[in-house]
């Protein structure tokens, strides 16, 4: 059977951010779980704020382009800041744009039900993100995806990764390892059925 193909992307566009940082860690740690990771920088696919009269004057090329990733995908991997306790805009508008009829006519919800997404998040904060997963984590049940029990908040986020952009903290590379194994055993276990 294939490895599982997962999406990583992070919900943040600016090039040093910590969740750009994050999310290369989390890709590497699915991949050294079995899975084959396509990660994604959302700076190629431009989104405008969702609006019905844009997508009625024709859907962006760039929605095209993540519906087709999506759905050659098993799953999402995404590491998101936290603004203001919440999931970023630039995180809720891609998926809302994803979310919107395929162009054979087909929900674009139903390019999400049936796959995994793991989650984390990091932030100069003391709390590393954690109110903002809180509502990722419903958001994307709420689109169907199953979406894995554990998470990683990474707290302090100036000073915890390396030279090299890897995280500095053994536990939190050791739980970032089981959120990565539990999404990739989730994206096989879902194929099979």
Not at 27 to 35: K, M, S, T, Y
Not at 49 to 74: F, K, N, T, W
Not at 155 to 183: M, P, T, V, Y
């Amino acid at each position: 059977m294939p490895s599982p193909r997962l999406l990583a992307f992070a919900g943040s566009l600016r090039e040093d951010s910590f969740n750009r940082k994050l999310v290369r860690a989390f890709a590497d740690a699915a991949r050294e779980a079995g899975a084959d990771v396509t990660l994604l920088d959302l700076r190629e696919y431009p989104l405008p704020v969702y609006d019905g009269d844009i997508e009625a004057r024709g859907m962006p090329d760039a929605v095209r382009s993540l519906q087709a990733l999506l759905a050659e995908h098993d799953g999402l991997l995404i590491s998101s800041p936290e603004y203001n306790g919440g999931v970023p805009a630039l995180v809720k508008n891609t998926l809302d744009w994803v979310s919107r009829p395929q162009e054979n006519g087909d929900s674009g919800v139903a390019l999400y039900r049936g796959k995994v997404a793991g989650i984390c998040a990091a932030s100069p904060g003391g709390l590393g993100g954690m109110r903002g997963l809180i509502a990722l984590r419903d958001l994307l049940a709420k689109l169907g995806l199953w979406v894995a029990p554990s998470q990683l908040a990474v707290a302090g986020a100036a000073d915890a990764f390396d030279d090299q952009g890897r995280l500095k903290d053994e536990g939190q590379r050791k739980s970032l390892a089981r959120l990565a194994g539990e999404a990739v055993t989730a994206a096989r276990a879902l194929r099979k059925t």
